[in-house]
């Protein structure tokens, strides 16, 4: 089984000020940065570096005027349309950093379409993204509604943040699984209370899974909209998830057609996903332990993983479960084992998602 550590990366990083105790306070906090938010295109000739009065950093002047201090995320977003090194730039005097963003937006490069994203906040005006003409925002705030609708406050309910090691737990900021700051938003809801009881599920012995999901998003650029759903034993104090099986993912990428692509692919995977059924789970595993690969194990492997990954699964499987690979559920456990051994994030969860999908295969 693969353990997945994007919910503890999440956990070890996040300030105080980005960890949410319930969906509803993180509902209050996007849905009022929404309200407080506006996205406009402007001509990269119209966007003007000036340096603050007390000359503690720079604001950026639209055609109006009005100057909006740039976030850390969105200065270097301007630096690189102005083909200037941001970590350069920020050691700068404010003069001379404005001097050379307008040299880079006004004059060296050639003119062309911003999208800028300007919010008011406690701080003051602020400047939160600076993308191109054509990005598509998918907005957190419609992100986190959609999870309300169909998943309540995220405590108290079926689907809530995860306890420690199957035991339910108040949530704290300490402990919590919701997460969202300037650049994006995290959100790990488990199912721990009906868990799924999966027969012949190791060694010939039953065992039981919980269902869990987890949903990102950065509405200034930093990350495309991400959903994973995924089966699992439990989840440790630091937020780790360990013995995951059936990973599978939905990206989309800020496109001018992301918006509507949110609402018709999300938001119905996960009404499916809320209201499906325990049975449905447990037949899709049942069927991938009777599918029996027999002489076409090779073959099998070959179309779906590299020669030396198949070798690992074999290797894998025969060490957690002491006879070797009969099945497409076996083909299955070995890949998650293989999984977790690997160290980079990206290549176990690209191995975890093929390894998903051969239980929808036999489905």
């Not at 404010?94 to 919010?119: K, M, P, T, W, Y």
């Not at 999984?339 to 176990?348: G, L, N, T």
């Amino acid at each position: 089984m693969a353990t997945l550590m994007q919910a503890n990366a999440e956990w070890r990083t996040r300030p105080a000020d980005e960890r949410f105790v319930s969906l509803i306070d993180m509902q209050q906090h996007f849905g009022d940065l929404r309200r407080n938010s506006r996205e406009r295109v402007v001509s990269s000739r119209k966007l003007h570096a000036v340096p603050q009065a007390d000359h503690s950093g720079i604001l950026i002047e639209g055609p109006n005027g009005q100057g909006y201090a740039p976030s850390h995320f969105s200065f270097g977003q301007l630096a690189t349309l102005a083909e200037a090194p941001a970590g350069y730039l920020r050691r700068l005097p404010a003069e001379l950093a404005s001097d050379c963003l307008n040299l880079g937006l006004n004059v060296l490069r050639e003119v062309e379409d911003v999208q800028v994203l300007i919010s008011k906040t406690d701080a003051g005006p602020q400047l939160r993204a600076a993308t191109g003409p054509r990005y598509g925002r998918i907005w957190n705030a419609e992100v986190v509604n959609q999870l309300v609708d169909r998943f309540g406050d995220g405590v108290s309910g079926h689907w809530r943040v995860p306890g420690e090691f199957g035991k339910a737990v108040t949530v704290t900021k300490d402990n919590t699984t919701l997460y969202g700051g300037d650049r994006d938003m995290f959100v790990f809801l488990a199912d721990e209370k009906r868990r799924i009881t999966v027969p012949n599920r190791r060694n010939g012995e039953p065992g039981s899974l919980a269902r869990g999901f987890l949903v990102w998003n950065s509405e200034v650029g930093a990350a495309t909209f991400g959903l994973a759903t995924f089966l699992f034993d439990y989840v440790c104090c630091n937020r780790i998830i360990w013995g995951a099986l059936d990973f599978k993912e939905i990206k989309i990428r800020h496109t001018a057609a992301a918006p509507d692509r949110f609402l018709e692919q999300i938001a119905p995977a996960l009404d499916a996903y809320s209201a499906a059924s325990d049975r449905k789970v447990v037949q899709t595993i049942e069927q991938a332990q009777k599918a029996h690969l027999e002489n076409r194990l090779d073959e099998f492997l070959a179309s779906r993983f590299s020669k030396g990954i198949s070798a690992s699964i074999k290797a894998a499987h025969e060490l957690e479960e002491d006879r070797p690979i009969e099945t497409a559920w076996d083909v299955v456990v070995g890949a998650t084992a293989v999984a977790r051994s690997i160290p980079h994030q990206d290549e176990r969860v690209a191995l975890e998602r093929e390894a998903g999908k051969i239980l929808s295969l036999v489905a």
